[in-house]
């Protein structure tokens, strides 16, 4: 059966993405490189900097990758013609797609991303067709047991949105803007995340049922491949049995 909430399938997705670490380098990478050249290289003035250093300090990215990224980001040159893309479309059963890309030719991405909607039973649609459905936040998550009074009382005092349990897993929401603030406040309470990150979260989510949930996922997988591709987002509920082992 499908999840009972919105985010009943982040476990299981983070599960499914651990095992292709691969290429998480070059994308932490891209991604520290463009929030700098966008906000500038100091995190504390670059939310979204700050947010994808710690993303990629929590991989284990060495420090002086990060300050290479930061500094070639900041100080422009070879990576100026980089743009960020968003495509938007939808899976099998009508569920919403929402792909962020980061490319230096659109035309390769377009074409690959395209090809890959094509292949598992998607549809590309048009710029701002899916888009409005979703909103950007910062999200914490914990993956084993907490001291749920504590963790409610730290996240509070952060400016926390929501605070959900589901079993096995704890998850804040906050104003993307303030994520690196709350991971700080938390770590400081004596609270260490799992995870911390901006995602793009629909409010309302589609069920599926094991068969569309396989469909779908097979072509978030496909796009999650694609070098271009940094994030993908949807507004699907998949059941917890189409994820495997």
Known sequence: MAGH?????????????DKKRGKLYTKLIREITVAARLGGGNPEDNPRL??????????????????RAVQRGAGGGEDSNVEELIYEGYATGGVAVLVEAI????????????HAF???????GTDGSVA????????????????????LNLAIE?????????????????????????????????LSPDNAEIVMVAANQIDCDIEQSEKALKL????????????????GNFAEEAYGE
């Not at 909430?5 to 993405?17: D, L, M």
């Not at 994808?52 to 300090?57: E, H, N, R, T």
């Open 220 to 235: 978030i997988d496909a796009l999650e491949d694609l070098d271009d591709v940094q994030n993908v987002f949807t507004n």
């Open 158 to 190: 952060s400016g926390a949105s929501d605070v959900e349990f589901e079993t096995g897993l704890a998850i804040i929401s906050v104003p993307w803007e303030e994520l690196a603030d709350l991971k700080q406040n938390l770590v400081g309470g004596g």
């Open 103 to 114: 490319t230096d030719n659109r035309n390769r991405t377009v074409a690959e991303v395209r």
């Open 5 to 17: 909430s919105k985010w009943a399938n982040i476990k299981h997705r983070k599960a499914a993405q």
């Open 118 to 124: 094509s292949k598992f039973g998607g549809n590309l």
């Open 50 to 67: 700050r947010a994808s250093i710690d993303k990629a300090l929590s991989a284990n990215m060495p420090k002086d990758t990060i300050d």
């Open 132 to 151: 409005y459905l979703f909103s950007r936040i910062g999200l914490v998550t914990f993956e084993s047991k907490v001291d749920e009074d504590l963790l």
